[in-house]
Each structure stands twice: as C-alpha cells, then as structure tokens.
T-cell receptor, first 114, second 115 residues
Framework: DTGVSQDPRHKITKRGQNVTFRCDPISEHNRLYWYRQTLGQGPEFLTY????????KSRLLSDRFSAERPKGSFSTLEIQRTEQGDSAMYLC????????????FGPGTRLLVL | AQSVTQLDSQVPVFEEAPVELRCNYSSSVSVYLFWYVQYPNQGLQLLLK??????LVKGINGFEAEFNKSQTSFHLRKPSVHISDTAEYFC?????????????FGKGTHLIIQP
C-alpha cells in the first residue's frame, strides 16, 4: 500500500493559463474524491468518481473546472483560464466501496496563480 | 445542508496537559463523524471515526472522541499531549443515508503544544 499520490506537489502559473493535476489512488480503491483547501479553511468537496463514472460534479466551482478518471484508476483535475482566486491546495482522496466512509488523502497539490 | 462548527481556531496547551477540541454539526439525520489531523505541508490523516455503535470512539495516537446525538457534538480529547501533537485538526461529517458524497469539514483547530 503506497498511499494516495498526487503530482505535482507544487504548481506556479500565470493568470489565464490552464493547469492539470494528477491523482493516483490506492490501487484497490474504486472511489476517488477531489477537494480544495484554501488558507485557514477546511477542505471543500468538489467532485467524486466511482470507477470511471463521475457521480457528483455539481460542487465543481465553475465550468472552468473539470475532472476525469478515464480508466477508473488515476484521475486528473483541470482548471482552465486560471484566476488568482484559484490559488489553493487541491487534495485527492480515495476509498474502498465496502468501507466507503473512510477516505484516505494524498499530500495535495499547492497551486499559486500569479 | 450539513455544516460543521469548530469553535476554537487555536488551542494552546502545555505539554502533558489534557486537551479537548470541540466540534458541533448541524443535521437532524444520521451522520458519520470523523476527525482528521493535518501536519504542515502534508495531507490529512484519519484519527478516528464514528459510524455506529459505542458513542466513545478510540483512535490513533491516544486520541478519543465522544458522539453526543442530543447535543450534536463530537469532541476530540487526549489525556496528555505531546509536542508531536502540534498540528491542524479537522472535524468532518457525512450523511449516512446512502448515496455518494464528499465529507463536509469544519474550519479546523490549530493545536499548539507549549513546552
């Protein structure tokens, strides 16, 4: 069990650029979640996958945000036309369906938009 | 909508003293409750969880929490803290009625251990 991994760990970009983050869940976990955490706040739920199906995406912050999990394994979160307000920590978590209440978090990707 | 309130943004405690971090949630239905810890520049680590059964839940690192349905609270306690407990602690809730959804987190409590 290597845990949830995320790449990159840090990303600095200029306003207006697109960014993409990757999350690799724990290998046998079929559920994958994305959260955003801003300074001084708790994580905020964004979206969720069961295998390759995106079952909840109404919480995505705007239509600039999109996520995929094409083969039911790793997932990507893309932010188009980044804004300074997108600066935050983006966290990924995974869980095993039978134990769906326990989510295991990755180290996060810290995004800074200049 | 669910919400979680962590009343204390910071709690300073002397080493080896007991500590309680407070958490209240707003929901009239059954919920699952969690405490996570976040060390600097790291992801969240699960400390403990309440799904059902005994209202006193024991977790890792000597922490425990008590679920109180009438007061809609899930306070975290440790009888004797250590310097290594310095971290951010988050309480979270999830609706237990089924379906898929993420966790709703409080704003966190920064536990500061003073030597």
């Amino acid at each position: 069990d290597t845990g949830v991994s995320q790449d990159p760990r840090h990303k600095i970009t200029k306003r207006g650029q697109n960014v993409t983050f990757r999350c690799d869940p724990i290998s046998e976990h079929n559920r994958l979640y994305w959260y955003r955490q801003t300074l001084g706040q708790g994580p905020e739920f964004l979206t969720y996958f069961q295998n390759e199906a995106q079952l909840e995406k109404s919480r995505l912050l705007s239509d600039r945000f999109s996520a995929e999990r094409p083969k039911g394994s790793f997932s990507t979160l893309e932010i188009q036309r980044t804004e300074q307000g997108d600066s935050a920590m983006y966290l990924c978590a995974s869980s095993l369906e039978e134990l769906q209440e326990t989510q295991y978090f990755g180290p996060g990707t810290r995004l800074l938009v200049l | 909508a669910q919400s979680v309130t962590q009343l204390d943004s910071q709690v300073p405690v002397f080493e080896e003293a007991p500590v309680e971090l407070r958490c209240n949630y707003s929901s009239s239905v059954s919920v699952y409750l969690f405490w996570y810890v976040q060390y600097p520049n790291q992801g969240l680590q699960l400390l403990l969880k309440y799904l059902s059964g005994s209202t006193l839940v024991k977790g890792i690192n000597g922490f425990e929490a008590e679920f109180n349905k009438s007061q809609t609270s899930f306070h975290l306690r440790k009888p004797s803290v250590h310097i290594s407990d310095t971290a951010e602690y988050f309480c979270a809730v999830k609706y237990s009625g089924g379906g898929a959804d993420g966790l709703t987190f409080g704003k966190g409590t920064h536990l500061i251990i003073q030597p």
